[in-house]
């Protein structure tokens, strides 16, 4: 009788992750993947500067996320426009919500989108309980995040704050093409050697 062991099936899934995310950075290559929250900005973040240290030479970002929390978010971007590397962001799948602003920690001219891609923005969103004063608080403070995010969104795309505040209004979905229309995509790519 064959017997499975799940200690075996976790044991074979570290030695996967430990091989493939030794190939990602190896290839100067980090995966933003899934919900942004503490504990991908954890794992992140490391690898930036990890191969920022090792090297100046660019580093591919790939985002892939439906969004998450905000402050992980921006500590990923920060980091992402702090680092001497060059950073190369690549939007596959699908890149919303706080994974915008992720996205365009790279430069302009080195933001890149798979041609399947869609791309969101929209308000931030938030729930605050309790005291009138506490829910007044948490109100003004998600009303600063997004003048903040949309502020950003202009300043790199070339729109105006009015526009990105009201497009923003709503959830405003974007085809890569749309995308790189409106001025978050600078080319939509469908191989690796399309990036310079």
Excluded: C
């Excluded at 064959?2 to 899934?13: I, Q, S, V």
């Excluded at 091989?19 to 794992?43: C, I, P, S, Y």
């Amino acid at each position: 009788m064959l017997e499975y062991r799940n200690e075996d099936k976790k044991e074979d899934e570290k030695k996967e992750e430990g091989g493939f995310g030794a190939l990602m950075l190896k290839a100067r290559t980090v995966l933003v993947n899934g919900q942004v929250d503490d504990e991908l900005a954890q794992k992140v973040i490391p690898q930036i500067i990890a191969l920022d240290e090792d090297s100046h030479d660019p580093i591919k970002v790939i985002v892939t996320t439906p969004g998450g929390h905000v402050d992980s978010g921006f500590a990923i971007q920060d980091i992402l426009k702090f680092v001497e590397s060059p950073i190369i962001t690549i939007g596959a799948g699908w890149v919303a919500s706080i994974g915008v602003p992720i996205f365009m920690g790279a430069p302009k001219g080195q933001r890149y989108s798979l041609p399947s891609t869609r791309f969101l923005i929209h308000q931030p969103s938030g729930g605050a309980g309790g005291q009138v004063s506490d829910i007044r608080i948490e109100a003004q403070e998600i009303l600063k995040i997004r003048e903040k995010i949309n502020k950003m969104i202009a300043e790199e795309t070339g729109q105006t704050v009015e526009k990105i505040s009201k497009d923003s209004e709503r959830n405003f979905w974007m085809s890569a093409e749309e995308a790189l229309s409106y001025g978050l995509v600078d080319k939509i790519i469908s191989s690796s050697t399309e990036i310079k």
